[in-house]
Nanobody
Framework: VQLQASGGGLVQPGGSLRLSCAAS????????IGWFRQAPGKEREGVSC????????YYADSVKGRFTISRDNAKNTVYLQMNSLKPEDTAVYYC??????????????????????WGQGTQVTVSS
C-alpha cells in the first residue's frame, strides 16, 4: 500500500488545516487508517484513526473536539480536519496502516512497529 499525506502548512493559533491521506495499491479494498504526529524531540504519537468501512472513529484526548477524521472511499482518501489549532499541535503528521490494522478502542496500544505502511509525512506548524 502506498500512502501519500498532504495538506500541511503554517497556520496561526486558532486556525484550521485539512490533511489528506491518499491510498493506492494493496490487497484490500479499503484499509483502516491512523494519523500520527511527531514533534521535535518527542516520540511519535497517535492522533486519530478511522475504520475501513463503517467510519468508526477514535481520537487521542489531546485533539478530541478539535480534530475530525473522515474518509471518502470512492477516492481512497482519508482526511483529518484540524480546527482550533494550538502551538502544541506543531509536528510532522503521518498516516499509516497495516493489513491487520483495525481501528478500535485499543488502537493507541498498538506498537508503531506493527504498521507496515507509512506516508511520507506533512509538516504542520502553528505559530503567530
Amino acid at each position: 500500500v502506498q500512502l501519500q499525506a498532504s495538506g500541511g502548512g503554517l497556520v496561526q493559533p486558532g486556525g484550521s488545516l485539512r490533511l489528506s491521506c491518499a491510498a493506492s495499491g494493496g490487497t484490500k479494498d479499503y484499509y483502516a487508517i491512523g494519523w500520527f504526529r511527531q514533534a521535535p524531540g518527542k516520540e511519535r504519537e497517535g492522533v486519530s484513526c478511522i475504520s475501513s468501512r463503517h467510519g468508526l472513529t477514535y481520537y487521542a484526548d489531546s485533539v478530541k473536539g478539535r480534530f475530525t477524521i473522515s474518509r471518502d472511499n470512492a477516492k481512497n482518501t482519508v482526511y483529518l480536519q484540524m480546527n482550533s489549532l494550538k502551538p502544541e499541535d506543531t509536528a510532522v503528521y503521518y498516516c499509516a496502516t497495516d493489513d491487520l490494522f483495525l481501528c478500535g478502542t485499543s488502537w493507541l496500544e498498538v506498537p508503531l512497529y506493527e504498521y507496515d505502511y507509512w506516508g511520507q509525512g506533512t509538516q504542520v506548524t502553528v505559530s503567530s
